[in-house]
């Protein structure tokens, strides 16, 4: 038999097991009387501490705890910031060890532990203080963090610094831009009065082309109304007659004005007014244009519990032992009955929407605002008095909704209409629907 054609399964692999337990964070080496211990026993706790916390916790965990021994030991909190604005791969978890065990009572350095390691064979140099290596670490962290935290101040500088333009300020430029041509058509009357032609600009298209809306065109307004108000003054030139009776500085800005226009005739300043004007109407149409596309903002349903928090109503009745149901039930019902306990009179509204399957869809059943209900059908929502009331009244509690069909029409009194207002004396019966 081929061995292609024996199916195998795969063996898998025995889940490894975290090595972050609780129990375990919780077995922390404790330093106690370390003074009486000697070189080797030292060496070995210091050794096994070192390899408990690297396999106990996370890198990252163990980050305070340096940043704690340096707040400890001379170090500002400028300089643990640059060392926080460092990757996290940055810091070494030795380094963060050994803060830890320092913290927890571990000596910087042991002559017991130094004189064991010289008594070992084949072992180099001496046991120094645990803190020279730390020390050398941390400064360059610091250097490195700090500069870090310095470029990242400039690049923060620099976004700050760049000028962002308001919407209305982009507007006024894209309104500016539009505006080129329209400027470049109204210069040709400054060179060509005769062969200018006030109606030979197609706004219509130039608007489309560059995008105009409303709020361009109310700019492009305002960039001409001055000028065409200019132009409308000069066809109510004052004679020199109105001139002579006018202060001194209003007639002086009228002959300013007509001798600053005197190459115009009457004709060629209508022709330019008559211009400006086919402007004016041309962004009118833009904004009245806008107006009449733009959508309805649709408004918020209101929730039933906002609906009925202003209306008023008897909650409880001891002498006709009623309680009202809860008023939230009437937005969307069919029918609503209603008892006023100070004139004895029941009532039923009538939805003038009825929702068949009872879904209160929008703008079907009953409604609340303030203290009177909406929604109901004028001719059909009656009330009649009842002359004995105890009686009645328990018969409309066990009547079924066959019964609640005739029950109006079998009391014998006259009907009113319903006026839809609630108030204190009124309880809410029951909703239908």
């Not at 390899?51 to 916790?57: D, E, L, M, V």
């Not at 910031?81 to 065990?101: D, E, Y």
């Not at 929702?355 to 609340?368: E, H, I, T, Y």
Request: charged letters at 35%.
């Amino acid at each position: 038999m081929s061995l292609k054609n024996i199916k195998t399964t795969k063996r898998k692999k025995p889940r490894r097991s975290s090595r972050i337990t609780k129990s375990a964070k919780s077995m922390v080496p404790v330093w106690d009387g370390w003074e009486e211990w000697d070189g080797q026993k030292f060496h070995r706790f210091k050794t096994s501490s070192q390899s408990w916390f690297y396999q106990t916790f996370k890198h990252t965990e163990l980050h305070p705890h340096l940043f704690n021994w340096m707040l400890k030991n001379d170090y500002t909190k400028k300089d643990v910031q640059a060392c926080k604005a460092l990757p996290n791969w940055k810091l070494s978890t030795n380094v963060c060890i050994n803060a830890k065990m320092l913290l927890d009572g571990m000596p910087d350095f042991n002559k017991k532990e130094d004189e064991y390691w010289q008594s070992l064979a084949g072992t180099m140099g001496e046991v120094r203080p645990v803190t020279v290596h730390m020390k050398k670490s941390i400064q360059e962290w610091i250097e490195e963090g700090s500069t870090l935290l310095k470029n990242k101040k400039v690049e923060e500088k620099k976004k700050a610094d760049v000028y962002v333009p308001s919407i209305q300020e982009r507007i006024r430029e894209q309104a500016s831009m539009a505006s080129e041509d329209i400027d470049v058509w109204l210069d040709e009357f400054v060179t060509n009065k005769d062969g200018f032609d006030p109606k030979g600009f197609d706004f219509k298209r130039h608007f489309q082309q560059k995008g105009v809306t409303q709020a361009h065109a109310r700019k492009i307004i305002k960039f001409y109304e001055g000028e065409l108000e200019e132009f409308r003054d000069l066809l109510k030139i004052p004679t020199a007659s109105q001139l002579s009776k006018m202060d001194e500085k209003d007639a002086d800005w009228w002959e300013q004005l007509k001798e600053g226009y005197s190459h115009l005739s009457k004709k060629d300043v209508q022709k330019f007014i008559s211009a400006l004007e086919s402007l004016v109407e041309a962004c009118n149409y833009v904004i009245d244009t806008s107006k009449a596309t733009r959508k309805p903002r649709k408004t918020k349903p209101k929730s039933a519990d906002k609906l009925v928090e202003k209306l008023k109503f008897a909650k409880t009745n001891d002498k006709y032992k009623l309680a009202s149901i809860v008023p939230t039930e009437i937005v969307g019902a069919n029918e609503l009955w209603v008892f006023n306990v100070k004139t004895r009179k029941i009532g039923k509204y009538i939805a003038s929407n009825i929702d068949p399957q009872g879904m209160k869809r929008a703008g079907s059943g009953l409604s609340v605002k303030g203290t009177t209900i909406q929604g109901f059908h004028e001719e059909n929502s009656i009330q009649k008095t009842l002359r004995k009331p105890d009686e009645q009244l328990k018969e409309f509690k066990g009547a079924g909704k066959v019964a609640l069909r005739k029950f109006l029409d079998e009391i014998k009194t006259t009907d009113t209409k319903l006026n839809g207002r609630i108030n204190l004396d009124t309880i809410l019966l029951k909703v239908s629907g």
